[in-house]
């Protein structure tokens, strides 16, 4: 799927090039457009947004835009359940929502009742609900149909944020259960790489009374392109990063409706493989009435803490060491692991991360117990480099094979850390602490200065 960024018919076409000079580009986003109303059960989408977050806000402003056609401009209440991604709030506001958190139960699911009667207090100016499903607890909600009904019986428009569509590909459509408006991570679902920070496509979709408020786009003579909305433009490039939705719609192609479906339930088994595989060592904090989860699990680290002193920052520390980068730290909830496994990790990969937290909790009973102390002992001071092990003193109180081969495994394959122990909280507070001082750019040419004189 990769290699068509780098063909120059791809990756050199101006996003401004008339459209007789884009004819592929416009049959790719035309075909994969319509392949993702398949997928999702929607009517129309949006490729502008370059990010999920950017998904959000075009979102929120076609439903605004709706409201507005109506006479309803008004409406400016969104409801937010409080197990929603953390960019939703954000995205209503910057679209001049007033935020309406509604609560969860004890077993992470939407209070249904509460967000009837939040509904009911706020019928007259509600503008929509965000939510994510299945939620970011790990969790389908059962009751997503009837929440849908009780925001369209107010006047209300229903978000979904497709951030966990990895669960339902193939196996459920929200433009189908009474969803409105989500956007998707093709950089997330649909195989775009997206470490690093980017680039990312989080098209928006719409049901079929809200596709003439997506975002407007311009073409050549400044004319809108054909095809696009008339609301506000998100992104200065009509079609967001246009470059890269080859690697989507290639993927989409070779995998089909039932290779599709079947990455979804490979994902969901992944993620409750580790569940169950853990549960004696790390309980999971939410699961749904037959104790199953979705594509995600969240490991409840917090009554360990108690007991020991180790957090789940240190526990994420620690599996560096086994050659980990940590699973999603501290979100939804403090002093817990989030883990999505996805449906690409074999099972070999499964057991060797399971076999690591079986490890680190054997490592922490160790601490409960008093056979190491609870200030020195490997977890505290994750990870460990070669050069810390290596060296002629150690100043710890474990043994050095502890801290580098945990596991047997770990001296046939290992991953030494570049870097040992860094504490986050200065780091975050010093942004700026390794940086050059201003002064000694003095001398320095100028980045576009002219050539200098020979």
């Known amino acids: 799927e990769m290699l068509p960024i780098t063909w120059p018919e791809f990756c050199e076409l101006h996003p401004f090039a008339p459209a007789d000079?884009?004819?592929?580009?416009?049959?790719?986003?035309?075909?994969?457009?319509?392949?993702?109303?398949?997928?999702?059960?929607?009517?129309?989408?949006?490729?502008?947004?370059?990010?999920?977050?950017?998904?959000?806000?075009?979102?929120l402003l076609t439903i605004r835009a709706y409201h507005k056609s109506r006479g309803e401009a008004h409406r400016n209440i969104c409801l937010i359940p409080a197990s929603a991604h953390g960019t939703n709030p954000a995205s209503a506001q910057m679209c001049g929502m007033?935020?309406?958190?509604?609560?969860?139960?004890?077993?992470?699911?939407?209070?249904?009742?509460?967000?009837?009667?939040?509904?009911?207090?706020?019928?007259a100016n509600l503008a929509a609900i965000m939510m994510t499903y299945p939620s970011t607890h790990g969790v389908f909600e059962e009751d997503v149909v009837e929440i849908c009904g009780i925001i369209h019986q107010h006047g209300g428009q229903v978000y979904t944020d497709g951030a966990n569509m990895n669960a339902l590909v193939g196996l459920a459509k929200p433009g189908k259960w009474g969803s409105d408006v989500s956007h998707l991570n093709l950089h997330k679902t649909f195989c775009i790489p997206h470490g690093g920070g980017g680039p990312g496509v989080g098209p928006c979709a719409v049901r079929s009374h809200l596709a003439p408020f997506l975002p407007k786009a311009f073409g050549e003579g400044g004319l809108t392109t054909e095809g696009t909305g008339g609301g506000a433009m998100v992104s200065a490039a009509s079609f967001g990063s246009a470059s890269i939705l080859p690697i989507s719609w290639m993927y989409i192609a070779m995998m089909g409706r039932d290779g599709l479906r079947k990455a979804t339930q490979v994902a969901m088994l992944n993620a409750n493989y580790i569940a169950k595989r853990l549960e004696a060592s790390f309980p999971t904090l939410y699961s749904g009435r037959s104790g199953l989860v979705a594509h995600e699990c969240i490991l409840d680290l917090r009554p360990l803490e108690k007991l020991s002193g180790i957090s789940a920052e240190d526990v994420a520390k620690r599996l560096i060491d086994f050659g980990f980068h940590a699973p999603t730290l501290s979100f939804p909830v403090a002093g817990t692991l989030m883990v999505e496994p996805t449906e690409s990790e074999s099972l070999h990969e499964l057991d060797r991360f399971i076999d690591a937290m079986i490890q680190i909790r054997a490592e922490i009973q160790q601490v409960i117990d008093g056979k190491l102390d609870r200030a020195d002992n490997p977890l505290k001071h994750a990870p460990?480099?070669?050069?810390?092990?290596?060296?002629?003193?150690?100043?710890?109180?474990?043994?050095?094979?502890?801290?580098?081969?945990?596991l047997a495994s770990l001296k046939q394959v290992k991953y030494w850390p570049p870097v040992a122990r860094v504490d986050n909280v200065h780091g975050d507070k010093n942004v700026f602490c390794t940086c050059i001082p201003i002064g000694d750019f003095a001398d320095e040419?100028?980045?576009f200065s002219e050539p200098l004189a020979i």
């Open 98 to 123: 007033k935020v309406v958190v509604t609560k969860c139960d004890a077993n992470g699911n939407v209070d249904v009742e509460d967000i009837r009667a939040q509904a009911e207090k706020h019928s």
């Open 445 to 447: 040419p100028e980045a």
């Open 21 to 59: 000079q884009a004819l592929g580009y416009a049959e790719v986003i035309g075909d994969l457009s319509e392949k993702l109303c398949r997928i999702t059960g929607y009517d129309a989408f949006s490729m502008q947004p370059n990010s999920g977050a950017q998904g959000e806000f075009a979102g």
């Open 384 to 406: 460990h480099t070669a050069a810390q092990v290596s060296a002629s003193d150690w100043a710890h109180g474990y043994a050095r094979e502890l801290a580098a081969f945990p």
